[in-house]
């Protein structure tokens, strides 16, 4: 840890416990009265505690780490935990926006990089945010950009005044700045706004992850005093420091004492061993405070759902459900069908004789196997059960922990989805580690 760093950071830890010393209540003309929160100060940057903030967080059950909530927004009251669609460009690949709504989707996520190139800010001031451009009246979630300097990493230049990328849709070139990442996330107009942050990949190791965690606390600051919509739009704090703890616990304090409405837990799922995952997520969600909701960034295997709900994550999101649909894979409860394969030529059974979407009632393998991978209705379709499948295991995973059956609800699931009883042995530690024993059948 570089030496100002660390007194930086002291002192900003110092400075917001003092600021809150005190707050519990106060009285007034004699009656005790609840006393409203002060404002945290840190960096000379105000963190107002709102009165009625757009954004309520109600737990309604546990079972162990896993909570069953609801998460209301302005647009939308959301059961969680919850999957979100992604619609990078304001589109979920294939689906209409009526579609979603049908599909239950609570939050559909966009992406602040692209949609600040195409549409770009102007159009969506001009239009009235991202809701009325894609006729979608449930909340949204926009990513801040930060990804890209991961995904885009060969076009972009990243110093403390913000990344420098090179557009690859038309050459430009872009300076995204935390304060540029606030004004078009408040022309979107989406519901959670997420910091931009300083984004390594998860197999990076050395100073550059240290480097990238410190800058992330200080663009949040920036983030904070770029905000313009604060009683419409929330923004929600990432949790980074790669695979190292000790990074991931001080990025925590940091946020922690900035006192946000949600946090997410960024920089995994990118390669990284499934070991290394598990134990950064558990050291988050440990971290991160119980009467606030936790967002898991950029993952979306059904394993990964199960296993980090259970360790108590409430949102997750992923392109996955979509993308592995447009090559002809559909999601199954016993794992997933290549719907190209030549086996269900003459297969003439639904995808999943549980699903009840519109794919499963209407179309069979067979007729799934002629357009999969090839015409953009399977791509469509497939889509569409994909995401079906995803808000179906969310359910279940919410009404087993409402009804405190979680652990017979994971077994179920993991019998079904390794009914050899190859369970993968980092996701039978990580459950073990949530309270949950997987018990498996030998062959």
């Known amino acids: 840890m570089k030496k100002e760093e660390e007194e930086l950071f002291s002192a900003e830890r110092r400075a917001a416990s003092k600021t809150n010393e005190g707050d519990i209540g106060t009285t007034v003309n004699g009656a005790d009265q609840e006393m409203k929160p002060k404002n945290v100060v840190i960096s000379g940057v105000k963190y107002p505690q709102s009165d009625n903030p757009p954004l309520k967080f109600e737990v309604l059950a546990t079972s162990g780490m896993a909570r069953a909530a ?42 602040t990089y692209h949609l600040g190139h195409r549409p770009g800010p102007d159009v969506m001031q001009k239009v009235g945010g991202l809701h009325t451009f894609m006729n979608y009246p449930r909340a949204m979630l926009t990513d801040s950009g930060g990804f890209q ?38 022309s979107i107009g989406a519901d959670i706004m997420m910091a931009l942050d300083d984004v390594v990949s998860s197999t990076t190791t050395g100073p550059r992850v240290e480097e990238a965690m410190y800058r992330t606390l200080r663009w949040i600051d920036r983030c904070i005093a770029a905000h313009k919509r604060t009683d419409e739009q929330v923004i929600f704090a990432i949790v980074q ?52 909701p936790r967002y898991l960034m950029g993952v979306g295997y059904a394993l990964d759902l199960v ?35 030549a086996e269900y030529i003459n297969d003439f059974g639904p995808i999943d004789s549980e699903c009840e979407c519109m794919v499963c009632k209407n179309y069979t393998r067979a007729y799934l196997h002629i357009v999969a991978g090839k015409e953009s209705i399977g791509g469509q379709l497939l889509t569409y059960h994909n995401i079906a499948y995803q808000m179906r295991l969310m359910r279940e995973l919410r009404q087993s ?24 042995q980092w996701a039978i530690d990580a459950l073990n580690h949530a309270g949950i024993q997987v018990i498996q059948k030998q062959q």
Not at 316 to 338: E, K
Request: a negative charge.
């Open 307 to 341: 296993v980090c709900t259970a360790l108590g994550v409430d949102m997750f999101d992923c392109v996955f459900p979509s993308r592995t649909a447009r090559f002809g894979t559909a999601l199954v409860s016993t794992g997933s069908l290549n719907l190209k394969s």
């Open 241 to 292: 420091g790669g695979l190292d703890a000790e990074l991931r616990k001080t990025c925590i304090e940091g946020l922690v004492a900035r006192d946000f409405p949600g946090y997410a837990i960024g920089g995994l799922s990118g390669g990284e061993s499934k070991d290394s995952f598990w134990r950064m997520v558990a050291l988050s969600t440990a971290g991160l405070p119980p009467n606030k």
């Open 401 to 424: 922990i409402i009804d405190n059956k979680l652990s017979e609800y994971i077994n179920r699931f993991i019998s079904l989805q390794y009914p050899k009883g190859d369970c993968p």
């Open 70 to 111: 609801n998460l209301t927004l302005p647009h939308h009251v959301c059961s969680t935990p919850m999957f979100m669609p992604v619609g990078t460009q304001g589109t979920v690949k294939g689906l209409t926006s009526q579609q979603l709504v049908d599909l239950n989707a609570g939050v559909v996520l966009g992406n």
């Open 149 to 186: 300097m991961v995904s885009l990493l060969s076009l972009a230049e990243i110093t403390e005044e913000g990344v420098k990328f090179q557009s690859p849709h038309d050459g430009s070139t872009m300076i995204l700045t935390p304060e540029l990442s606030m004004q078009i996330q408040n």
